[in-house]
């Protein structure tokens, strides 16, 4: 006769576990929750630029809004279209696109370098920073339309009084994280890598620079914009060609609607340097920890 297991006292009261789930379902999961959060991301995105707009034409149509002064969108998309398609007084608008670009790239790359080399040679050096710290604040309070004038008096109407008010914007933006970057390093750190033989150079090299990258490479999202803004200005003060020079000169003919026609078109190109600049962080701080934000999203 075959006897009849039966369960015991204790496995009948033992709550039930699930078993974990595995690996791949974990990461199957973790993608759909990325996909449908990014999903929700675009819709308010659009929802959103859908109510401005939306209620910026509205506003404007029933009169609510004097669209004299600040335009309307469909205004704004026909003098984009105007602009692809016939041009400015002042050539095409590609031209002009691809003047304001060389002279904001040139400015982003000259300020940046000088803002990093200065920024980490006073951080690294205190009696340096205590005898330039007075006069680097006081370039710092003189307002740049002030420095952009003096700037087209100076070089002119081409395109190096351009690069030179950008290159001052984006350098005080980055000297100022690379010179608190380089502050908070970790101390007890340098003094090892010294015990260790590191020549100064190789301090620098391996720890202060590193150190601080995430500070400058933290800088440049907000450098980048100073660049555009610097640009923009000096051609608004006086160029030859340029975004700014057709902003001025629709802002004088008042025209709001190429105004804004101009912002968006200056603002699709930040947003492709915006989306470069982020690229480059990722790749240059590979070697960093995610932080909270970062890995809630991994």
């Not at 401005?52 to 506003?59: D, S």
């Not at 033989?197 to 914009?225: C, D, E, K, N, Y």
């Not at 003060?237 to 629709?250: D, E, K, T, Y």
Request: net charge positive; charged share 10%.
């Amino acid at each position: 006769m075959t006897a009849i297991a039966t369960p015991s006292v204790d496995a009948i009261n033992r709550p039930y576990a699930p078993e974990p789930e595995s690996a791949a379902a974990l990461q199957a999961k973790g993608r759909r929750a990325r996909r449908m959060r990014t999903t929700w991301t675009w819709i308010g995105r659009i929802m959103f630029a859908v109510v401005v707009f939306g209620g910026w034409q509205m506003f404007t149509a029933i009169g609510l809004v004097d669209k004299f002064f600040y335009g309307q969108p469909s205004g704004i998309w026909n003098s984009l279209v105007h602009l692809f398609t016939q041009g400015t007084a002042f050539g095409s608008i590609w031209e002009n696109l691809w003047v304001t670009i060389q002279e904001a790239l040139l400015g982003f790359l000259v300020g940046t370098i000088a803002g990093m080399v200065v920024g980490i040679l006073l951080g690294t050096n205190r009696y340096l920073a205590e005898v330039c710290g007075p006069y680097i604040k006081i370039m710092n309070a003189v307002p740049r339309i002030v420095l952009g004038s003096i700037f087209i008096v100076a070089f002119g109407l081409g395109m190096p009084a351009k690069v030179l008010l950008a290159a001052v914007l984006v350098f005080f933006a980055v000297f100022f994280n690379a010179f608190q970057g380089v502050r908070e390093v970790d101390q007890n750190l340098i003094a090892n890598v010294r015990v260790l033989g590191a020549s100064p150079l190789q301090v620098a090299r391996h720890v202060t620079i590193p150190s601080a990258m995430t500070w400058i490479i933290a800088s440049l999202h907000t450098a980048f914009g100073f660049a555009i803004i610097g640009a923009l200005v000096a051609e608004v003060l006086g160029a030859q060609r340029g975004i700014g020079l057709i902003i001025s000169q629709a802002q004088g003919s008042f025209d709001p609607d190429t105004v804004f026609a101009c912002m968006v078109i200056i603002a699709a190109f930040t947003l492709v340097a915006e989306y470069a600049i982020s690229t480059l962080e990722g790749r240059v701080l590979r070697w960093r920890p995610p932080n909270r934000s970062e890995a809630s999203s991994i």
